[in-house]
């Protein structure tokens, strides 16, 4: 098609210089004829002539600028079909993503859950391994609710997401959500670096809830065997500020703008080994973005990956 569009600007051109020249010999046997001129030079000079000369370049500037706009026109409608094709491809890979880990995501705690029970139909156990059964049953249970809770989370933020509002202790939630993560993850170290303490404030507790857990939840599912978890907790005289730090294998650069999306995965999910739907940093990210804040993703050093998340708030809301 560019071509096509070069060729016929090229004839259109070629047109117009034909008819420039027929009028412009016509114009001079006329003049001579009648006597109006008598040189080239008067002929050039007339003008009439002149008229004619303005009115054929602009026709010329004329046909360049229509075949500039219909390139143009050309190169977008291109670009549009593509980003749309590419749009499509990824949103087809997302999905293929989603139902292949929900499917592992919902099929693994329900079938412990179900061993667990069909094992304490079948046999009768001892005390020590019927509470190890129940708490690894109530582990899974927990892990299902969790899965839920997400996805029910995500279906609400882009259109019925309202923040709740609340006074609290953010020292005290940060301990607490800790405290719980690392009952469920032993292995794990998670340090809290307190730089306000006891700080009352009145934000979005659910939110504020729900991104702690996510974010390290996140640094200790792509951390190495024993991860290395440091949140830290300070404010300025504008909002509160939470750093998440691992030590893990990081993200790529190319990976930094994509990982907020919703579903999204680094990876291929017919080989990754890590739990996980895809939702807990896209959940973040519109938590966030519900409370007017922002999240940024840096390196950590030497390895691993820092979520940097600032949560405005007004005069009125910290004491």
Known sequence: MLIAFAWWTILLFQKNQDAFKAKKELMKMVMVAEGVVNSPDQFINNAAFKDLEKKYKRQEWMIFGEAIVFVISLVI???????????????????????????????????????TLETFLKRSLPQDKFEKLTSNALVETERLNKLVSDLLLASKMESSYQAQVEVFNINDLLKGIIEKIKAKNPEANISLEEKIANQEIKMDL???TSIAINLIENGIKYSFEKPDIQVTIDKNNEAILLDVADKGIGIKQKDKA?????????????????????????????IVKNNNGSITLVNNKPNGSVFKVVLPFDPIRIN
């Open 206 to 208: 659910l939110g504020v």
């Open 77 to 115: 409608g291109v670009w549009l079909i593509n980003r749309g094709y590419n749009k499509a491809i990824h949103t087809a890979k997302q999905s293929k993503n989603f139902l292949l880990s929900i499917t592992h995501e919902l099929k693994s705690p329900i079938a412990s859950i179900l061993l």
């Open 258 to 286: 994509k990982v907020f999306e919703r579903f999204y995965r680094v990876g291929d999910e017919d080989t990754r080994k890590t739990k996980g739907t895809g939702l807990g940093l896209y959940i973040v990210k519109e």
